[in-house]
């Protein structure tokens, strides 16, 4: 196997990701281009039942952006001003910000240190707590967990919790495009789990348009509350510039929106080809001493949307960092996956939480390093990436 050397990408760089375009999806874009509805037009339809039949779900409303998604997603559902909604630390901020944006307030738990997704033991003995105290006992409304990586959380323990507590369910499927869990007997998609769901098309995704998003539920009241909240307000059938509501401009134009339906039209196609550049790295690196792969449970079948890998505990977040300044040096841009949501500014002066709150989110945020990803990485660049990952992992 030739191993590419350094002086053959002198003055380029291992791009982090990149997004998949076909021949195809450029006709469906320039198609939609060449007619007068560049934005409200028949292809959003076309993509919202599209996806709410991928999904398996009964509707789908299309937005501009994964964040208003989970701002819809939480709207929604009626929570409000002072309401607690249980979230994971080890996330996009996105997906604590959006329960911010309707004056409720993120209280997160820690993650499993497997799979990385929010631990359902710990959720309980969350709702527990707060339920037993009068002061916050009847302002938990609902449970959002995200799939991280690609890996599904434990829906149907989270199911079960939220069924058992009388809470909502919110699914934050941004990163899980195409993945799967098994959850009682029966295989269902991400998207699929929670009472809304949310999904992003932004540029790293499998599908995407650069940016957008799109909620999706089983509830047409869910449903026809997305679209006019998305909408300034106008409700469903309602007369042109007839607000019901006070609503936002979170509309996707129909130009991307082709886009996005072109590459869902191919979504199994880009996750075999992604499978498979995740593949050529688990090969490359399951024997290397001093780090650890994703750990995905047999019930889940993974989207493949970042490829991450953690150091082990004999690296502190100095030698990760480290780590990525070397391979920077050497034109491969990696990044780091993530840094505790709790450790944001707005989290800790606003919020009042503190580094040590959660800590097996913050040890592994402080030791996960993404390699460069995405379905049209070559041969080449992956034997250089880890060739370099190699050495600097040895540097330090």
């Known amino acids: 196997m030739r191993t590419a050397k350094l002086s053959e990408y002198k003055g380029k760089k291992v791009e982090p990701s990149w997004p998949d375009v076909s021949e195809k999806d450029i006709e469906a874009v320039a198609k939609t281009m060449r007619t007068t509805f560049w934005s409200r037009g028949k292809t959003i339809t076309d ?13 789908a409303v299309v937005v501009n952006s994964g964040t208003s998604a989970l701002h819809l997603a939480v709207s929604v559902l009626g929570i409000g001003e002072g309401d607690l909604v249980i979230a994971s630390p080890f996330s996009y901020v996105a997906s604590a910000n959006c329960i911010l944006f309707v004056r409720a307030r993120p209280v997160f738990v820690d993650i499993e240190p497997e799979t990385y997704n929010i631990d359902p033991d710990l959720v309980e003995k969350k709702i527990i707590e707060l339920r037993g105290n009068p002061k916050s006992r009847n302002k938990l409304k609902a449970i959002l967990a995200t799939d991280v990586f690609g890996v599904p959380a434990d829906w149907g323990r989270l199911q079960a919790l939220a069924k058992k507590y ?6 934050d499927a941004c990163e899980a495009m195409g993945a799967e869990r098994k959850v009682q007997g029966v295989w269902r998609r991400g998207g699929s789990f929670g009472d809304t769901a949310a999904f992003s098309f932004v540029y790293n995704k499998p599908v995407s348009a650069g940016e957008g998003g799109a909620v999706v539920m089983n509830s047409h009241k869910f449903a026809d509350l997305a679209w006019s909240l998305k909408n300034q307000g106008r409700i469903i059938n309602g ?9 936002y401009n979170y509309h996707l134009s129909d130009i991307s929106s082709a886009l996005v339906l072109s590459q869902l039209g191919r979504v199994n196609e880009i996750l075999k080809k992604r499978a498979k550049i995740a593949e050529a790295y688990n090969k490359a690196l399951c024997d290397l001493r001093g780090i650890h792969l994703l750990d995905i ?36 841009v990696v990044r780091i996956y993530f840094p505790p949501i709790h450790y944001q500014k707005v989290f800790r002066e606003k919020l009042g939480y503190k580094v040590g709150d959660f800590p097996i989110a913050e040890d592994v945020g402080s030791r996960t390093i993404a390699l460069p990803f995405h379905a049209n990485l070559k041969k080449e660049e992956i034997e250089y990436v880890v060739k370099n990952f190699k050495e600097a992992l040895a540097k330090v």
Not at 51 to 59: D, E, F, M, Q, S
Not at 166 to 171: A, P, Q, R
């Open 47 to 59: 993509l919202e039942n599209a996806l709410a039949k991928y999904i398996g779900v009964k509707r």
């Open 166 to 171: 009388g809470l909502y369910l919110i699914e």
């Open 297 to 332: 449970p047999a019930d889940v079948k993974i989207s493949w949307f970042v490829y991450v890998v953690r150091l082990s505990k004999e690296y502190t977040r100095s030698d990760r960092d480290r780590v990525i300044k070397e391979l920077s040096k050497r034109g491969i």
């Open 239 to 247: 007369t042109w510039l007839d607000h019901d509501l006070v609503g």
